[in-house]
């Protein structure tokens, strides 16, 4: 059985950062594409960014550039997503979730078919 | 990142037929089958109920349905249950300004 488990609840100082953790277990680590995706309070879901665990390349939403970085551990079958220079607005839920369609060739059809398995979510929250 | 435009609310009774539309450009929708739908009760992940425009995973329940039309992507959940009150979202593949983008998100009523 698929399982995507989520590092614990953080909270953070305005212009700190945050990393949260992704273990992934039941399936082959690097055949599926993950994707990051938050949700604010009273807000609605954000896609943030993916990462190719087979390459870890990767690609980020444009609001995220230059504050995100998406990386993951083959050794262990975890991916983690560190979010810098955090603000209020950063407060949210943030998921992990492994698409439906096996492949990591760089197409629509692996990368961004459908994001079937999601992890418990992990509450950032940032306050001074 | 510019959002795909969902209605902010629909609402149905129990048995009803509801659609929930979502409307993006030739840049998402318009141009690739790699449309998703979502659920989200409260305080929950959400769930996928539907990909690729049509394609329903494995355990989804065949009363939702999805179907596309230009830039405008569209699921119907028939014969409405009290379950179903939840928060929706699509999805789309883009190859605009970014990667892969969700809807503003619809909240579903069972009356």
């Known amino acids: 059985q698929v399982h995507l488990v989520q590092s614990g609840a953080e909270v953070k100082k305005p212009g700190a950062s945050v990393k949260v953790s992704c273990k992934t277990s039941?399936?082959?680590?690097?055949?599926?594409?993950l994707h990051w995706v938050r949700r604010a309070p009273g807000q609605g879901l954000e896609w943030m960014g993916w990462?190719?665990?087979?390459?870890?390349?990767?690609e980020y939403a444009q609001s995220f550039q230059g504050r995100l970085t998406m990386t993951r551990d083959t050794s262990i079958n975890t991916v983690h997503m560190e979010l810098r220079r955090l603000t209020s607005g950063d407060t949210a839920i943030y998921y992990c979730?492994?698409?439906?369609?096996?492949?990591?060739?760089?197409?629509?059809?692996?990368?961004?078919?459908?994001?079937?398995?999601w992890g418990q979510g992990a509450t950032v929250t940032v306050s001074s | 990142q510019s959002a795909l435009t969902q209605p902010a609310a629909v609402s149905g009774s129990p048995g009803q037929s509801i659609t929930v539309s979502c409307t993006g450009s030739s840049s998402d929708i318009g141009d690739y089958n790699y449309v998703s739908w979502y659920q989200q009760h409260p305080d929950k992940a959400p769930k996928l109920l539907i990909y690729d425009v049509t394609n329903r995973p494995s355990g989804v329940s065949n009363r939702f349905s999805g179907s596309k039309s230009g830039n405008t992507a569209s699921l119907t959940i028939s014969g409405l249950q009290p379950e179903d009150e939840a928060d929706y979202y699509c999805g789309s593949y883009s190859d605009g300004t970014t990667f892969y983008v969700l809807g503003t998100g619809t909240k579903v009523t069972v009356l």
């Open positions: 979730a492994r698409v439906v369609t096996r492949g990591i060739a760089a197409r629509p059809s692996t990368r961004a078919s459908g994001l079937e398995v």
């Open positions: 039941g399936y082959r680590f690097i055949d599926y594409y």
């Open positions: 990462i190719n665990p087979y390459s870890g390349s990767t």
